[in-house]
C-alpha cells in the first residue's frame, strides 16, 4: 500500500516540477509531500504497533482465562472421583444407599453405578 502511494507521489511530485517554474514553489511542494509521506508511515508503523500489542494482550490474556478454567474443571474433577472413592468404601461396609447419598453429594443412579 506504501510503495504504490509512494511511486504515485513521487510522479505527482515530478511533474509538478516540470510544470512549475518556480524553485521556491518547488521546494515548498516537495517539502509538504515530504511531511504527508513521513506522516502516512509514522501512521501506518503505529497501527502495526497498536495491532501487535493488541494480539499480543489478548493472547496472554487468553491464556490466562484458559489455564483459569482449567485449574477449576481439575479441581472440580479431583472433587467428585473422591466423592466417588468415599461412597465405594462406605458401600463396602455396608451403609445405607441415602446415607451414601447425602454422605457423598452423588445422586442416586451415581451411586446404582456403584453397586454393579
Do not use: C
Given at each position: 500500500m506504501?510503495?504504490?502511494e509512494?511511486?504515485?507521489?513521487?510522479?505527482?511530485?515530478e511533474?509538478?516540477?516540470?510544470?512549475?517554474?518556480?524553485?521556491?514553489?518547488?521546494?515548498y511542494?516537495?517539502?509538504?509531500?515530504l511531511?504527508?509521506?513521513?506522516?502516512?508511515v509514522?501512521?501506518?508503523?503505529?497501527?502495526?504497533?497498536a495491532?501487535?500489542?493488541g494480539h499480543a494482550?489478548g493472547h496472554?490474556k487468553?491464556?490466562?482465562e484458559?489455564?483459569?478454567e482449567g485449574?477449576?474443571?481439575g479441581?472440580?474433577y479431583?472433587?467428585h472421583?473422591?466423592?466417588?472413592?468415599i461412597?465405594k468404601k462406605?458401600?463396602e461396609?455396608g451403609?445405607?444407599?441415602?446415607?451414601?447419598i447425602k454422605?457423598?453429594?452423588l445422586?442416586?443412579?451415581?451411586?446404582?453405578?456403584?453397586?454393579?
Amino acid at each position: 500500500m506504501l510503495a504504490s502511494e509512494s511511486e504515485k507521489m513521487l510522479e505527482a511530485t515530478e511533474k509538478l516540477l516540470e510544470l512549475s517554474g518556480d524553485e521556491q514553489a518547488r521546494w515548498y511542494a516537495l517539502s509538504r509531500e515530504l511531511s504527508e509521506f513521513k506522516q502516512r508511515v509514522y501512521e501506518h508503523d503505529m497501527k502495526k504497533e497498536a495491532q501487535a500489542k493488541g494480539h499480543a494482550e489478548g493472547h496472554a490474556k487468553g491464556h490466562i482465562e484458559g489455564y483459569a478454567e482449567g485449574h477449576a474443571q481439575g479441581i472440580e474433577y479431583g472433587e467428585h472421583k473422591k466423592a466417588i472413592e468415599i461412597a465405594k468404601k462406605l458401600l463396602e461396609l455396608g451403609t445405607p444407599t441415602e446415607v451414601v447419598i447425602k454422605a457423598s453429594g452423588l445422586t442416586f443412579e451415581e451411586i446404582e453405578e456403584l453397586n454393579i
